[in-house]
Each structure stands twice: as C-alpha cells, then as structure tokens.
C-alpha cells in the first residue's frame, strides 16, 4: 500500500517522523524503528524511515513502513510524506521501486 500527504505546519522532519511513530503505536502496534536517515541536500532536505510493525490485532502481522519525509523549498514550507507498507517477506522485493519512485518527485512550480 502507498499513501502520502502534505503538511504545512512548519514542523521538523525528525517531529514528523517520530509522530508516525507514536502514532502507530497509539493505535497498538508494536513499533520499532530499523532504520532513519538524512537524505537530499541544504536547498530541500529529507528524511528516510523503516519502521518494523506487529499488528495489534488479529493474526499477527509482521509489516515493515518505509517513509519518506520531504521539504518542498519555495512552496511555503510544506512537508510530503510517502509510505509503503508491504509485509516483512516482500519487502527487499519492492523497496527498490519505492526508492526509485521517490528519487522522481519533483515540484510542480507552474500550480504553486
């Protein structure tokens, strides 16, 4: 599963991101975080997070998150957000498309 959203509160990156994590585990997930790392540059940083998830309920799920956090410069700060969600078994076999699909975000400067 992909989703995404824009924030436009001004917050960190690094607050976005601990914010998923809260809230995943709010909900009752088991969360740990594998992985995070700065990515981009100075003129539109980013942030890289893999989350490791058990469901809360149900048959236990074994999932992993991988999150994308951008800041998108000249667009009155806002911030993107990227998830994929995939089951532990299949995630080395999509979080290449994944990272390939990030690298292509760019910004529309003709709709801001």
Excluded: H, N
């Amino acid at each position: 599963m992909l989703e995404g959203e824009v924030r436009s509160d001004g917050a960190a990156l690094a607050t976005i991101a601990d914010e998923s994590v809260a809230t995943l585990s709010a909900a009752g997930a088991g969360v740990s975080v594998a992985s995070r790392d700065d990515v981009g540059g100075a003129g539109a940083p980013g942030l890289t997070q893999d989350l490791r998830v058990t469901t809360p309920s149900g048959p236990v799920r074994e999932l992993v998150q991988s999150q994308l956090y951008l800041t998108v410069p000249d667009a009155r700060d806002p911030a993107v957000r990227a998830l994929l969600t995939v089951a532990d078994a299949d995630f080395a076999g999509v979080i290449g498309d994944f990272r390939s699909f990030a690298a292509s975000i760019r910004l529309d400067t003709e709709r801001l």
